[in-house]
């Protein structure tokens, strides 16, 4: 008997094939071995110039950001050191903290590499 992969949303190994696809009884997931491969390939997440950024690196906000619940304005030129790439939801992919602020998340589209 071939060993079959586990589900990668919920790490079940009762999967089963179907034809071509995979699934999984438990979270009713179903996905084929092209979906896998693509998404292990790695994520390049760019910044508004088009350079490729890393997890620790030092960038700077491009335009003024109004921050949600507060009156409060990121201004431009801040600058946010030591970075985190995430994959967030609505192209929020950049997790860091922010002097004065505290903890945000940001578009790469509104920061530049120092």
Known sequence: MTQLPPCPSCNSEYTYQDGNMYVCPECAHE???ESIQESQEERIIKDSNGNILSDGDTVTVIKDLKV???SSVIK???KVKNIRLT???DGHDINCKI????QMILKSKVVKKV
Request: aromatic share 12%.
């Open 68 to 70: 949600k619940g507060t």
């Open 99 to 102: 002097d004065g602020f505290g």
């Open 76 to 78: 431009v030129g801040t």
């Open 87 to 89: 994959d967030g939801s």
């Open 31 to 33: 996905w084929n071995e």
